[in-house]
């Protein structure tokens, strides 16, 4: 046993179990998606690409997620401190099934030149939290796919959950105008050279914080934006 196990013993943190982050038992709570959907009409859709019928020119083109969001990947991907965190993602990486890995290879087969953005926190969160989980899920994501990972977008603002925010009105002004691109990168096409983007995400509610950050994105010259995230509220 190492001095740190002394120290820092592990314990699961779905249940408290002694010795690992995530036990069988809470492995086996895990629920992945069985059926991806269009993130825009909510039907089922093969892959999760948008429908041709839903896509508009700054829309996502496809959304793929990996598990349900129970209260266990809440506990995972809320509450945990930086120094779990990244072991904590390579203990996921140990446990992850086949068929997740064979889903996440559908990216690897759409394009071999994808680059992967985190969905950035606000300066004012990320220096009360200390890291952006995005970053590392997205780290964790790529031993799978083996694609460089971008910082082009910065996030000005947090923006309320959509269930707090009431009228239709204020929900478009509770995401629009949320990101930007970083002055360096203001040309994004430029910037990612002609390669397509996926944003990297923990949890996908009502997908209306990628749907903004896609908008930006095409606008400044990306062609196409997908959307990976881990889990599905
Ligand atoms: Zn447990
Ligand atoms: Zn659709």
């Known amino acids: 046993m190492f001095l740190i196990d002394l120290l820092f013993p592990k314990f699961c943190l779905g249940c ?75 203990e996921f990486y140990r446990i992850i099934e086949p068929q997740i890995i064979k889903k996440l290879g559908f990216y690897k087969k759409l394009s071999p030149d994808f680059v992967m953005q985190p ?21 964790f994501f790529q031993k799978f796919l083996h694609f460089p990972i971008i910082n082009l977008l910065v996030r000005k603002r947090e923006i309320l959950s959509q269930a707090q925010v009431k009228s239709k009105k204020a929900r ?27 944003l990297i995400d923990d949890v996908i509610t009502s997908g209306s914080t990628v749907k903004e950050a896609a908008r930006i994105l095409k606008k400044a010259g990306v062609k196409k934006v997908y959307v990976l995230a881990l889990a599905k509220g």
């Open 119 to 139: 969905i950035p926190l606000s300066k004012i969160k990320y220096n009360e939290r200390g890291f952006n989980q995005a970053n590392l899920i997205s780290i």
């Open 16 to 90: 408290g179990y002694i010795g690992v982050y995530l036990c069988r038992s809470c492995q086996n709570k895990l629920k992945p998606i069985e059926s991806d959907i269009c993130l825009y009409c909510k039907k089922p859709s093969l892959f999760g690409l948008t429908h041709h019928n839903c896509i508009n020119k700054l829309y996502v083109d496809g959304l793929v997620t990996i598990y349900y969001y129970n209260p266990i990947l809440k506990k995972v991907i809320k509450n945990i401190k930086y120094r779990l965190a990244t072991e904590v993602w390579q």
């Open 172 to 198: 478009y002004f509770n995401t629009r105008g949320v990101f930007a691109i970083k002055n360096k990168c203001r040309d994004a096409k430029f910037c990612v050279s002609n390669k397509n983007i996926i």
